[in-house]
């Protein structure tokens, strides 16, 4: 079955540096994917996405380039701010794709 | 728009009762899920439905039952709660954006089963 598998957290980084995390999935045809973003306390926001092979979704400085040949979707952001503390999670739906398979979540911690 | 709002907030539960977690959305979505998140295990999918009247099961449903009766609502009910479903429960709708769905979750419920 369809899979998302991210690294481990906890990460930390100081402010101005640079975060990547990465994602890498399974499936059997050609999902959407996509990042979510939980801050404390609250729910998911999606933070970008990509539909299609070399798309690249982009939001609030974060981006992420679909790799269909190395089935990745990592999420970089060239220079962070304590703001951008929470947790990450990468997900992929499939088909109908109204249901998401999501990865374990990353925590991100930025210190001033 | 409100967008997706779910009730309680917080609920505690002793074993063996029974309780049920309100989801509504006004945005007209037809598509409706709800997940649990478990500490190490991202969001599980519970139930989903794609219509009034239209539900099925996702990778965890065991001890859940949901019903649709309006597009707006989708409540999902614990039948006789068990420790082991303590989480926080997160209701989503979606829309279809183009060609993928996008999804909108509630802000969630923490439930504690002692």
């Known amino acids: 079955g369809d899979s998302v598998t991210q690294m481990e957290g906890p990460v930390t980084l100081s402010e101005e540096a640079f975060l990547t995390i990465n994602c890498t999935y399974t499936?059997?045809?050609?999902?959407?994917l996509f990042w979510y973003v939980q801050y404390p306390g609250e729910g998911l926001q999606l933070l970008l996405k990509?539909?299609?092979?070399?798309d690249k979704g982009s939001n609030k400085g974060f981006e992420a380039t679909y790799r269909k040949e190395t089935t990745s979707f990592h999420l970089e952001k060239g220079s962070v701010q304590v703001s951008d503390s929470a947790v990450y999670f990468c997900a992929l739906s499939e088909g109908s794709g109204y249901a998401l398979n999501f990865g374990k979540g990353t925590s991100l911690l930025v210190t001033p | 728009n409100a967008g997706v709002t779910q009730t309680p907030k917080f609920q505690v539960l002793k074993t063996g009762q029974s309780m049920t977690l309100q989801c509504a959305q006004d945005m007209n979505h037809e598509y409706m899920s709800w997940y649990r998140q478990d500490p190490g295990m991202g969001l599980r999918l519970i139930h989903y439905s794609v219509g009034a009247g239209i539900t099925d099961q996702g990778e965890v449903p065991n001890g859940y039952n949901v019903s649709r009766s309006t597009t707006e609502d989708f409540p999902l009910r614990l039948l006789s709660a068990a420790p082991s479903q303590t989480s926080v429960y997160f209701c989503?709708?979606?829309?279809?954006?183009?060609?993928?769905?996008?999804?909108?979750f509630g802000p969630g419920t923490r439930l504690t089963v002692t």
């Open positions: 990509a539909t299609k092979a070399d």
């Open positions: 989503a709708s979606s829309r279809l954006a183009r060609d993928h769905y996008e999804q909108y």
């Open positions: 499936a059997t045809g050609y999902p959407s």
